[in-house]
């Protein structure tokens, strides 16, 4: 799974039916530290009721989201959870960034 | 997962089984900002997108899943057309009717 | 998928006897102008594709989707051999031997 902060909301009326039903958030990787990590923005599906500026866990591996959302839906990336504190040797790290 | 922007097509009359029914399209991955967000790929389209489309599409294993046939070689489809992305940051809000 | 140019082929005779029976290929990736990008993949050839087609090809899990590489250890595999195609309504590439004639290009 991947930390990452949500940047938006996608609006997609003309879409796959396995995506009906499911809010899209866009998500942008981050780092332990709060930087923006390497990766690109991703869209995924929202199990957490999350919205825009929270910190998320970001799960963008198939076969684990399709555990959650069906084996025969097309839905490789799922916000899994809100973020309320990361720790990095011991030592809260976020909220504080 | 990834946002992008349908930019061409390819044709292709020998393909691997089970694709026989499927456009390939060529897509710009993009960022929150529309920005250029990595190379340029090649998508099945499960959505009848077209050209100048900004489109949402599922990569990896899954993307079989939104085509007709599912066990074929693919690895990135288009699952939705995008009609309004609102984001947090400082660039243009995209909404129904923008020129992408 | 990305597209691709058949540079070349491998052959390899110690092999685990999962691939024994596959065709591999050397493939680089080019961009959507056809341009050279640096990057290589070997893939398994499930169309018969030749030396100096250009090709789409499917990267990890995916390529094993086919009868012919059903699980097999294998990452990459060229899908399909590419007619021609355009960017923009402009046609950036055609076979040789295809008919172009009444061609249109504009909507995809």
Known sequence: ??????????????????????????????DPDGSEASDRMFTAVDRAQAGVGDIVLLMAEGSSVRALVGEKAPIRCAVVGVIDE???DGRVVFPGW | MHLGKVI?????????AGLDEVRLLIVQPLDEQRAI????????????AGLG??????????????????????????????????????????GAGDEP | MFIGKVVGSVVSTVKDEKVASLRFQVVQELDEHGKPRNKYVVAVDTVGAGQDDLVLYASGS????????????????IMAVIDSWDVNGTLVYAKEDLDTVGWTVGEP
């Open chain 1, 1 to 30: 799974m991947k930390i990452g902060r949500v940047v938006g909301t996608v609006v997609t009326p003309v879409q796959h039916p396995a995506y009906d039903g499911h809010k899209l958030l866009a998500v942008r990787p981050l």
């Open chain 1, 86 to 88: 990361i720790a990095l």
């Open chain 2, 8 to 16: 061409g097509r390819v044709v292709a009359t020998r393909r691997s």
């Open chain 2, 37 to 48: 967000a990595g190379d340029t790929l090649v998508a099945c389209d499960a959505v009848q």
């Open chain 2, 53 to 94: 489309d900004l489109v949402h599409v599922c990569d990896g294993r899954e993307a079989t899943l939104a085509l007709p046939v599912p066990f074929v070689p693919v690895d990135a489809t288009i699952v939705g057309h995008v009609e309004q992305f609102a984001h947090d940051g400082p660039g243009p809000q995209i």
């Open chain 3, 62 to 77: 995916s390529a094993r989707q086919t009868t012919l590489t059903d699980g097999r250890p294998i990452d990459a595999a």
